[in-house]
């Protein structure tokens, strides 16, 4: 679940039993979050594992929030490239996002550290969906765009992904919906029985 930005949320995604909660450390997001607030809510999230998502800034930069908040998961969406995250990639997992179009070919070096490739739409972070079926990827990998508890269990079997990930279809009026995280949850453990 991405886009966690306050207590609620967070609350949300621990009593739903989601794997991953995304902070948003984009600074054009509206989903943005501070790290100061991150740290705040971190503990609401019980067992859910926190993922810092960055776009644009470098490893450096990244490895300093992951240091302060103590993150094991990150998720790059930019122009990063693989051999500056190297080092990082030793010691958190990292989701490496590229659009649909673009999952077929630059992927090696990010998969040779270890990265999970997360497959979205054509704008990414605009929960614009893309043919699920057209992905013909082999190993762990998660998807993303237009996702919402009405369509992800169908998104996982057309797909084959191994997770997914979401932010607008888990929202009512731009906040995140307690009762919309729950039954995405639901609907895509379901799915993975």
Known sequence: ICGIRDLESARACRDAGADLAGLTFVEESRRRISVEAAAELLPELGEVAAVGLFRGITAREVRAVVNRLGLRWVQLHGNEQARDFEDLARSVRILRGVTHDAADSGLDAWRALGAIPLIDGPDPGSG??????????????????????????????????????????????????????????????????
Do not use: C, K, M
């Open 128 to 193: 614009q969906g893309f043919d699920w079926s057209s992905l013909d990827l082999d190993g762990e990998y998660f998807i993303a765009g237009g996702l919402h508890p009405g369509n992800v269990a169908t998104a996982i079997t057309t797909s084959g992904a191994t997770g997914v990930d979401v932010a607008s279809g888990v929202e009512v009026d731009g906040r995140i919906d307690s009762d919309r995280i729950a039954e995405f949850v639901r609907n895509a453990r379901e799915e993975q029985r």
